[in-house]
DNA sequence: AAAATGTTGCTGTAT
DNA sequence: GCAACATTTT
């Protein structure tokens, strides 16, 4: 059994309808789901009779892994599953795939969909302004107003024009515009993605909440097999999640765990108010909230709440530490990205040679890329870490080519995979590639496609590409073995490919082959890797296995998890908030700040924020902007060391600000 | 004309 | 680590 507080304990044997608990960061938010689910199933409810959901798959996987070590016996832990919501929509499409005609279809990550949005937007797509649009900009619009069910005029003003005043005529104008040209864009990547088969992440959301809702005999079925919904981080929901839940109002319980300070979602449609009305939108609903803080230390706490007190935002928050003092956190200079990933390693090696442990220590930073420095150091140094958050095995190139062979099997329609496979086989570009998928991409059978291919009209084509592909197709049943044969049979081009590099990027198949493994089918494998592909990077010592190394993570990964040292890269003007941030408006600010607060709230005694010299400006904007914006401004003496080159130090050195004309670099031998 | 190779610049956070 | 663009090779 798991030990719990009063307040704690009342949330865990909550015996009404529906509960909303409020928690504060380091209040035991994660323990109390987990209390929850372990009450639920000493009482004898089955374990798939409860979805335990959350937003991130690392938060999803370790809600599972803490449950299973603390359930009762006797219950099959297998069944035991955490999950997030879009593989919780995936598994209601595969259990009733009669109501869903999506069902098989191939899913599209994130690159795919930019793939398949180029396609709808052909080249040198301009708007009005006779601006380029990126696809990126297309996407997102799309992405938003499928989030948070708003029409697309509001999902063009929100995302290109966030920081205008919205009443504005001449916004309105661009606005009215903008729409008339991406509508019909959009409305070619829905018809494209229906043509060839694919669903998109917010597709899988939006299919499951629409057809719950409209489906009466589909909604009962559902709400009997999911009795109890327990959901994390209930306030990045977004409209479109929110949507789903409200089909489980009637026939399940909804156990909901939250707290306002912490959204940093609301860049994928999430509004933290709703959970402010959760009770009068749900009925039979209560509220409960939890208060006392285990985690950190007061001094952590008081540097935390002062964040939270600077937004014009109330968020009605102050957390006290039930550890009592510690130490002071510390504000550290440092030159540049190196000095810092130095100090930090270095740091970390005088505390393990001290006795203490590699995992002690977890390292936060806003974006993938802000945490290379530090892993490189890591690994000169050897410092085994695992590294949360950025690009997953499935983003890699030799993988992608592996793969496309794989999806052309188990989707023949798949023309983004088409093109991939064939531009792999030598002489073979965008043109040929595109002369034979407009050919092969209209059979009806996999067996037309293959005589196709082997004797084509008007061109020589390599017999070992339909070779290839029937090769594969022997295994669909066993996806495992599929890969292998089509990493053999892809072999040769691949070593041309990615020469020196090959044999470091083949030892990639056979962890994935491990995955594969479990997967009863291609198609179910492919569904499987793109909802979960694992993106943690693990450094071993040797090849010992270890399970204590240090954490390297971006803030939105990290949420939920806490460690005793922690270290936040980059804290500078210009990067809190980021000059990106700072174009996108108020919304954008505040989101950035609670951002800033989750990362500080996840340590328990030892808090280092370190302010880099070298980018406290950047050539695009306006540094006096940046200045006035930074979170750190009028940071009371009293919540935190300064420090200098190891030495306490009043006050920062002069913040580097070049005077207009002036070389924007420190002083340089040049000699 | 099409493919192959080289170079530059840029990347938010998640599913 | 890759996409977009530029240049060289087939």
Wanted: aromatic share 8%.
């Amino acid at each position: 059994m798991i030990q719990l507080n009063e307040q704690q304990r009342m949330a865990a044997e909550f015996e009404g309808k529906h509960l909303l608990v409020l928690a504060g960061a380091g209040t035991g938010k994660t323990g109390t789901i987990i209390a929850r689910a372990d009450y639920l199933l000493r009482k004898g409810v089955q374990p798939n009779r409860i979805a335990i959901l959350s937003f991130t798959r690392k938060s999803a996987r370790e809600i599972a892994e803490r449950l299973k070590l603390s359930a009762p016996g006797g219950i099959n832990k297998k069944e035991i599953t955490g999950r997030t919501f879009h593989s919780w929509c995936n598994e209601i499409m595969h259990l009733y795939p009669d109501h869903f005609p999506h069902h098989g279809y191939t899913p599209l990550d994130e690159d795919d969909r930019l793939s398949a949005m180029a396609l709808a937007l052909g080249k040198n797509f301009r708007d009005s302004k006779k601006e380029k649009v990126k696809k990126e900009v297309v996407t997102a619009i799309y992405s938003y107003a499928v989030n948070t069910l708003c029409s697309l005029s509001e999902a063009i003003l929100h995302v290109r024009y966030g920081n205008l005043e919205k009443e504005d005529e001449q916004v309105r104008q661009y606005v009215e515009e903008d729409r008339k040209l991406i509508a019909p864009v959009i409305k070619k990547y829905i018809d494209y993605k229906k043509e060839r088969r694919y669903i998109d992440y917010d597709d899988m959301l939006s299919v499951v909440a629409t057809q719950l809702e409209r489906d009466e005999a589909l909604r009962d079925a559902v709400t009997k097999r999911y009795r109890h919904v327990l959901v994390d981080e209930m306030q990045d929901t977004n409209p479109l999640q929110y949507k789903l839940l409200k089909s489980f109002v009637e026939g399940s319980h909804l156990f909901c765990v939250g707290d306002d300070a912490q959204s940093i979602y609301a860049f994928r449609g999430a509004d933290f108010r709703t959970i402010h009305s959760f009770t009068e939108i749900i009925p039979r609903s209560e509220k409960l909230k939890l208060l006392r803080n285990y985690r950190s230390t007061q001094e952590i706490l008081d540097l935390s709440n002062w964040v939270l007190e600077q937004s014009p935002l109330r968020y009605d928050k102050k957390l006290e530490a039930h550890r009592g003092k510690g130490e002071m956190p510390s504000l550290i200079h440092v030159e540049d990205d190196w000095e810092e990933a130095d100090l930090i390693t270095d740091g970390i090696l005088d505390r393990v040679a001290e006795g203490g442990r590699y995992a002690d220590t977890m390292v936060l930073g806003r974006s993938v890329w802000s945490l290379s420095k530090v892993e490189g150091a890591c690994l000169s140094k050897k410092i085994p870490y695992v590294k949360y958050g950025g690009t997953s095995l499935m983003q890699s190139a030799h993988v992608r080519d592996v793969a496309s062979a794989m999806r052309i099997v188990a989707n023949s329609y798949d023309e983004i995979a088409w093109i991939r496979f064939l531009q792999l086989w030598d002489g073979i570009g965008e043109i040929k590639a595109s002369r034979i998928i407009s050919r092969v991409i209209t059979l009806a059978t996999f067996a037309e496609m293959i005589s196709c291919l082997q004797q084509f009209e008007g061109m020589e084509v390599n017999a070992a590409i339909p070779a290839t592909l029937a090769a594969v197709r022997e295994y669909n049943d066993r996806p495992a073995q599929a890969m292998e044969a089509a990493v053999k049979a892809m072999q040769p081009m691949l070593e041309k490919k990615y020469r020196e590099e090959w044999t470091s990027r083949a030892s990639d198949f056979e962890v994935l082959r491990e995955v594969a493994r479990s997967s009863g089918s291609i198609t179910e494998f492919i569904t499987e890797y793109v909802l979960d592909p694992k993106a943690e990077t693990t450094f071993k010592i040797g090849t010992k296995e270890t399970d204590d190394a240090v954490v390297l993570s971006t803030i939105h990964s990290a949420k939920g998890l806490e460690a005793e040292i922690v270290h936040i890269l980059n804290l500078n003007p210009a990067s809190f908030p980021s000059s990106r941030t700072i174009l996108q408006g108020e919304g954008a600010i505040e989101e950035e700040r609670r951002c800033l607060y989750v990362a500080l709230t996840r340590a328990k005694n030892s808090l280092n924020l370190y302010r880099n010299v070298r980018s406290l400006h950047t050539q695009y904007s306006d540094a006096n902007r940046h200045e006035q914006l930074y979170f750190l401004n009028n940071l009371p003496p009293h919540l935190v060391k300064i420090l200098v080159n190891g030495q306490e130090k009043k006050d920062f050195p002069a913040p580097f600000n070049p005077k207009q004309g002036e070389a924007d670099f420190p002083d340089f031998d040049f000699g």
